[in-house]
């Protein structure tokens, strides 16, 4: 394996992307090469991009540009009525007398659709089997209130409910493939990002990739290996043999905020000494004792450890007239807004169209009261095909509309609170329709991200404070990941407690 060291801002993925670029230039065919990421997304951009420069099908040559779980789906044969889905794992729950559905986690890969549970049973279920440690050791080293008995029980449970419907949940995918080394694809040259990240199983699946390729290129930094708890396993990566390349100039990080990233980094005991440099340009660090008077106009990133932590600032930006995301959405929902501009759209001229959908959003947020729409004119769009398109005209001329004004005065439905925040966003000169510029997101949620200003919160939950008297490393390094997000401007926010929080 050729392990690629990727500083933050490096261009680490770019640089996997070159290479793969050069082996097609050279002749090596696309179905020759894999390409796996841990996102569906990451992995497409690679298809991509290798697509547009060499007139390539995306479909039928770039078989193995995907996430592990995906070529694992694939080599195993599998249809997504062999996968676990919501409604299993409430049956099961039946079963145990525990409802272990909690907090749904649903992504879409190549052929299926995986579900998972953030249940801390559920996690720790997983811990077991992603470190291969078993169910003692996941148990030992999270924080369950169950007796063990209680879920070692759970856990032999589920795997029998699995076996005996012929299920395969999202670590079985790996598990399967694991065991049958036979079916992983035999390939020339194999690229792995994120390496950091890989978990003890996750490293199984790699080096039967390598014992089967010609060439393997693993990349990754161990310094922003954040992800620990969840059964990654950084020393792997450090400790690999064979060469190694390190990526020595970052095209995000500023050299004063690369001072302070360097002060942190050096405290990780545990880590690959890696010489990098900064942009040239200066930047800036200062600490800030809360997020009142920061003008918050341009792009910014907002982080901290737990997300109950970004509440107070939501709160803010929201009753300042700040357009932000949170949770992967925009502060003010999208039928708010979707109404909003279809009745602006509309309203500008008698030729201007609205699609089915749109109009039926609109009509949701106007009441059959005092002149605005004729009781029963929802019912009248449900006769209208998908297809069909509306004007102003026509809507009040068929469709019962009789309202006039603006989005004020006639969308009578919208909630106060959010009528208040759409008017303060629209005087701001915010698009409605566009993407936030200013981001809210825990550190983990963050990583790979980046942007001008990085606005990053101090304080530590009990629970980081009692991991990081356990493993102070893994702290410094969601402390450094934090850091290195800034392209210009980083402002710390102290903690609360000086006592409990990261110190810088």
């Known amino acids: 394996m050729i392990r690629i060291f990727g500083p933050p801002g490096t261009g680490k993925t770019t640089t996997l992307l070159n290479h793969v670029e050069k082996l097609l230039a050279d002749g090596v065919k696309a179905n020759e090469i894999g390409y796996f990421a ?67 986690e649903i992504s879409e890969d190549e052929g299926f659709v995986t579900f998972r549970s953030s249940h801390p049973i559920m996690r720790a279920i997983d811990l077991a089997r992603t470190t291969l440690h078993g169910p003692r050791w996941a148990y030992n080293n999270t924080d369950l209130l169950e007796p063990f008995y209680h879920f070692e029980h759970i856990f032999n449970e589920y795997e029998s409910f699995k076996q005996a419907n012929h299920l395969t949940d999202f670590t079985d995918m790996l598990s399967k493939l694991a065991a049958s080394p036979e079916l992983v694809p035999k390939l020339k040259v194999v690229f792995l990002d994120e390496a950091q990240d890989l978990t003890p199983l996750q490293w ?71 010489d990098w440099s900064p942009r040239a340009e200066k930047g800036s660090v200062r600490t800030v004792s809360d997020h009142y008077g920061i003008d918050f106009s341009d792009q910014w990133l907002i982080m901290a450890q737990a997300n109950y932590m970004l509440n107070d600032i939501a709160y803010f ?59 029963g004119s929802k019912n009248l769009l449900k006769s209208s095909n998908p297809q069909d398109l509306f004007t102003m005209g026509l809507l009040k001329e068929h469709f019962g509309l009789e309202a006039e004004g603006g989005w004020e005065q ?46 990053l919160i101090l304080d530590l939950t009990t629970k980081a404070l009692e991991q990081m008297t356990r493993n102070p490393d893994d702290a410094h390094r969601v402390l450094y990941t934090g850091i290195t997000r800034t392209k210009q401007n980083l402002l710390l926010k102290e903690p609360q407690d000086l006592m409990r929080g990261w110190m810088v």
């Open 38 to 104: 841990f996102t569906k997304k990451a992995s497409n951009e690679a298809r991509d991009r290798a697509v547009a420069r060499f007139n390539l099908d995306p479909e039928k040559d770039f078989l193995f540009f995907r996430t592990l779980h995906s070529m694992a789906f694939q080599s195993l044969g599998l249809s997504s009525a062999d996968v676990l889905k919501e409604s299993h794992l409430k049956e099961f729950s039946e079963k145990v007398g525990v409802n272990l559905v909690d907090g749904v």
């Open 204 to 274: 199984e699946i790699a080096h039967i990739l390598n014992s089967k390729c010609e060439r393997m290129y693993i990349a990754g930094d161990d310094d922003q290996g954040i992800f620990g708890w969840n059964g990654a396993e950084i020393k792997k990566f450090i400790t690999l043999e064979g060469s190694s390349e390190v990526l020595s100039q970052s095209y995000r990080v500023p050299w004063k905020v690369f001072e302070l990233a360097n002060r942190i980094v050096n405290r990780i005991r545990t880590r690959q000494k890696k």
């Open 317 to 375: 930006l929201k009753s300042q007239g700040y357009y932000f995301e949170r949770y992967n959405s925009p502060s003010l929902s999208k039928k708010v807004r979707s109404a909003i501009s279809t009745w602006d759209y509309l309203s500008k001229g008698n030729n201007r169209e609205a699609s089915l959908k749109e109009v039926e959003n609109l009509y949701k947020h106007i009441s059959s009261e005092d002149g605005r729409l004729q009781r």
């Open 410 to 455: 006639v969308l009578d439905r919208i909630k106060d609170e959010d009528r208040a925040y759409a008017s303060a966003l629209l005087k701001r000169g915010v698009d409605l329709n566009s993407k936030p510029q200013i981001k809210l997101s825990t550190v983990h949620g963050a990583k790979g991200g980046e942007a001008d200003n990085v606005f």
